[in-house]
């Protein structure tokens, strides 16, 4: 069983920054794809990033946030600036096997969330 706790939200002025952290457990942390999304109140929960050996990202996040892992730590980044309040959602950590995905459904483990809060 794989432990994912993300860590890092809060609550912050349009145009400022976060960084999230997600730590996973198990000692094959650098085989899995780590992805982010988040759910916004009565929204879908949506694809944010996701890394394996390459990137990936939302059309609505890209040139703003840049995910990161650091596998001797087993743990995988987001950082992220030039917030929006259409930033403001619970983000989930979450890891796969195998190549990117942006889709839930693809994805085995998953973390509690943590929320981040984006004020205009």
């Known amino acids: 069983q794989v432990h994912v706790v993300e860590s890092g939200g809060g609550l912050v002025q349009a145009g400022g920054s976060l960084r999230l952290s997600c730590a996973a457990s198990?000692?094959?942390?650098?085989?899995?794809?780590m992805g982010w999304f988040r759910q916004a109140p009565g929204k879908e929960r949506e694809f944010v990033a996701a890394i394996s050996w390459s990137t990936y990202y939302a059309d609505s996040v890209k040139g703003r946030f840049t995910i990161s892992r650091d596998n001797a730590k087993n743990t995988v980044y987001l950082q992220m600036n030039s917030l929006k309040p259409e930033d403001t959602a619970v983000y989930y950590c979450?890891?796969?096997?195998?190549?990117?995905?942006?889709?839930?459904?693809?994805?085995?483990?998953w973390g509690q969330g943590t929320q981040v809060t984006v004020s205009s």
């Open positions: 979450a890891l796969k096997l195998s190549s990117i995905a942006t889709i839930t459904d693809d994805y085995n483990y």
């Open positions: 198990g000692r094959t942390f650098s085989s899995y794809t």
